[in-house]
């Protein structure tokens, strides 16, 4: 779209309402404000308490300036039932010279995740805390097993969304509950349970899963080769997701399989939605979005909106709530509309069923823009920098 693309990104929507105005909000105006530049917390639909492992729900509130977090993109991961990894710990590189911390490792507090709990956007939280106050240019995150991971593999048909933790699913006389071996039935009787790593997962059904190399690292650089970076410093802490992406090596039912990071999707600024332990959590209670990015006049944007299953919708209907209807969304989601210079406020509103969700994007006079969220059931999330005068692409 060239100097006027802004790209709001719109997921899980049935009927989304736009609104661009130079003029104050009125009584339908959207309330939660959230600086622009702000990793902000948006909440949505409530998570069932009876899916396997993390859910996703409401965050903690932050404690330091960093966090760590992990996430994992939607490739072979469906093979399995649970793919856990433990990580040793991490360190940050100044752009000064030298790494933090000097001696040793930061070392998370949630060392071991299911990556098959955090696909797409979700995201697990395992440090935070407070590192020293400046500018970083490379993280290095080092798992606890350098060849490899351990998982369970899916059942034909893929993991139900509901497991009975007192039903015995593979009719082995073992309850799910009790049961390391969930989805291949292997019994109760000697051995048959054995566990020789002690992962939870048993013997029977665990999967190697490899490693390529022993640790893994983020470096980021300009257009220009010049290496990139993030500041850690002032009001807002960091958000840093380090992304994972598992791939198959080889036909299906070789049960040959590699874990590799997604650099392009690694970093701070990244919008996600946070995932808490399963047993944390029994209650289900709601799952947050972050808002990720700075936006700033000059770039692209990105707004999202998803159902709590976190579902794109096509062929929704788009509305321009002053001028109507501009149409429907194409097989993506997707939907273009101008946005005038000298816009001061957009508007949006999405509908599914009995859920909703609201968002305002406020201008300054220096181009900054603020955001104003409310959420009931639906979740708006807003990544990058917006800007005037461009073309919106939306997808819903």
């Keep these: 779209m060239g100097d006027r693309g802004i790209l709001l990104l719109l997921m899980g929507v049935v009927c989304f309402t736009l609104l661009a105005c130079e003029g104050g909000g009125g009584a339908n105006a ?9 990793p902000t917390a948006v909440h949505a639909a409530t998570a069932p308490s009876s899916t396997l492992g993390p859910t996703q729900t409401t965050a903690s509130s932050t404690t330091g300036n960093f966090r ?9 991961i469906g093979d399995f039932a649970r793919l856990l990894v433990t990580f040793d710990g991490f360190e940050i590189e100044r752009a000064s010279g030298g790494w933090y911390p000097d001696d040793g490792l930061l070392v998370p507090q949630t060392p071991t995740v299911d990556l098959v709990q955090l696909q797409g956007a979700a995201a697990q939280a395992i440090w935070e805390g407070d590192v020293e ?8 995150l080092i798992p606890i097993d350098p060849a490899g991971v351990r998982g369970e593999l899916a059942p034909e048909g893929g993991v139900p969304d509901h497991l009975d933790p007192e039903g015995d699913f593979d009719a082995d006389g073992v309850l799910n509950r009790d049961d390391n071996c969930r989805f291949i039935g292997n019994g109760a009787d000697g051995d048959a349970q054995a566990d020789s790593d002690g992962d939870g997962i048993g013997d029977a059904c665990s999967i190697f899963v490899e490693l390529p ?14 290496r990139a970076g993030f500041t850690v410093g002032g009001v807002d802490p960091i958000n840093f997701v380090f992304d994972f992406s598992v ?8 049960n040959d399989y590699l874990v590799q990071p997604e650099i392009g999707d690694t970093g701070p600024y990244q919008t996600f939605v ?3 332990d399963q047993e944390k959590n029994d209650e289900g209670e709601e799952f947050t979005l972050q808002l990720g990015g700075e936006p700033r006049p000059g770039t692209n944007s990105t707004l999202a909106v998803t159902d709590e299953a976190g579902h794109a919708v096509a062929g929704a209907s788009v509305r321009l709530k002053v001028e109507g209807l501009l149409g429907d969304t194409d097989s993506e989601g997707r939907l273009s509309l101008e946005i005038p210079v000298g816009t001061l406020k957009l508007r949006l509103e999405a509908e599914k069923d009995d859920a909703d969700g609201e968002m305002a994007v406020k201008f300054g006079e220096d181009g900054a823009a603020e955001t104003d969220t409310e959420n009931d059931g639906l979740s708006l999330r807003i990544e990058g920098e917006i800007r005037t005068g461009t073309t919106v692409t939306l997808l819903i």
């Design 30 to 38: 959207p309330t939660l404000v959230a600086t622009a530049t702000t």
């Design 133 to 140: 106050e400046t500018r970083y240019i490379k993280l290095r």
């Design 274 to 276: 946070e995932a808490k």
């Design 68 to 76: 760590l977090l992990i996430s994992d993109e939607e490739n072979a």
């Design 247 to 254: 791939v198959r090596r080889g036909p299906l039912g070789d």
């Design 213 to 226: 190399s022993g640790r893994f690292e983020w470096e980021p650089r300009d257009a220009q080769g010049k």
